[in-house]
Nanobody, 121 residues
Framework: QVQLVESGGGLVQPGGSLRLSCAAS????????MGWYRQAPGKQRDLVAH???????HYADSVKGRFTISRDNAKNTVYLQMNSLKPEDTAVYYC???????????????WGQGTLVTVSS
């Protein structure tokens, strides 16, 4: 079984910063890519940022220049540094990973439980 555990959410004032972390654990042969999605109340879940095992990144236009995704392959962990936060960044942030399972070598998509980020004064 493979698990993603997120941390780092919370309440922050507009213009502030937060850093989210997501650690993958379990029977993992390799992690192809990891990413962060977010879902605001009443809205669909959208991609925020994505990073491949080789370090190629992709960002939603709304967060470019403010958010940075990074990855520690040795720790199977992905980070999302969020700066210059705005009220419209308020959402539940979900970690996602594309994984090759250990043993079976089958592809598996895994989601974390979500962490709430609230940007408000």
């Amino acid at each position: 079984q493979v698990q993603l555990v997120e941390s780092g959410g919370g309440l922050v004032q507009p213009g502030g910063s937060l850093r989210l972390s997501c650690a993958a654990s379990g029977s993992i042969f390799s992690i192809i890519a990891m990413g962060w999605y977010r879902q605001a109340p009443g809205k669909q879940r959208d991609l925020v940022a994505h990073i491949t095992s080789g370090g190629t990144t992709h960002y939603a236009d709304s967060v470019k220049g403010r958010f940075t995704i990074s990855r520690d392959n040795a720790k199977n962990t992905v980070y999302l540094q969020m700066n210059s936060l705005k009220p419209e960044d308020t959402a539940v942030y979900y970690c996602n990973a594309d994984i090759i399972r250990g043993g079976t070598y089958r592809y598996l998509e895994v989601w974390g439980q979500g962490t709430l980020v609230t940007v408000s004064s």
